[in-house]
């Protein structure tokens, strides 16, 4: 008979919660993430005052790199 266990080993946990808080903060550094929430901030009137809807937002960010 097959036995599962599903919890992980007690130190691992936290080595994940680390690595993860460790990664959103070099994400929020990121000047990308940066001029996305600065856009995300303004209202639907000032990104009309500014030629945009949130729908051009991931292509005024990221341009050309973005791949869909």
């Known amino acids: 008979m097959a036995n599962i266990t599903t919890n992980a080993v007690s130190g691992s946990n936290e080595f994940g919660k680390k690595l993860l808080a460790f990664v959103t903060r ?10 996305i929430c600065y856009y995300n901030s303004k209202s639907d009137e000032e990104l009309a005052e500014m030629g945009l809807t949130r729908q051009d937002i991931p292509a005024k960010v990221i ?3 973005m791949y869909l």
Do not use: E, N, V
């Not at 070099?26 to 001029?35: D, E, G, H, I, V």
């Open 26 to 35: 070099l994400a929020t550094m990121s000047p990308t993430y940066q001029r």
């Open 63 to 65: 341009g050309p790199r």
